[in-house]
């Protein structure tokens, strides 16, 4: 069974950065299409960002492009978000997700919140 664990997140000041990690076990690493949802109170999750599978390709959503950046790391079984230029507006939990090939979403961190103080 698939287990994610993020880390890395905190509260932080609006034009600051953070790096949020997320540790995959449990399956092949490499096999798996990686993704960074966030949910802010009152609203719905959204998806921030995914990285594929096969060949590394990233597609972010247009309020964190430029910004944030995911990157993964098959030999530590990890996929990272690298957060800059936080805005208020980024405060959220975040949550990593991972689908088989480029599946569904079918597996879930237990979120790390984000607090960006303006």
């Known amino acids: 069974q698939v287990q994610l664990v993020e880390s890395g997140g905190g509260l932080v000041q609006a034009g600051g950065s953070l790096r949020l990690s997320c540790a995959f076990s449990?399956?092949?690493?490499?096999?798996?299409?990686m993704g960074w949802f966030r949910q802010a109170p009152g609203k719905e999750r959204e998806l921030v960002g995914r990285i594929s599978w096969s060949d590394g390709n990233t597609y972010y959503a247009d309020d964190v492009k430029g910004r944030f950046i995911m990157s993964r790391d098959n030999a530590k079984n990890t996929v990272y978000l690298q957060m800059n230029s936080l805005k208020f507006e980024d405060t959220a939990v975040y949550y990593c997700?991972?689908?088989?090939?480029?599946?569904?979403?079918?597996?879930w961190g237990q979120g790390t919140q984000v607090t960006v103080s303006s």
């Open positions: 997700a991972a689908s088989v090939r480029e599946g569904p979403y079918n597996y």
């Open positions: 449990g399956r092949t690493f490499s096999n798996y299409g």
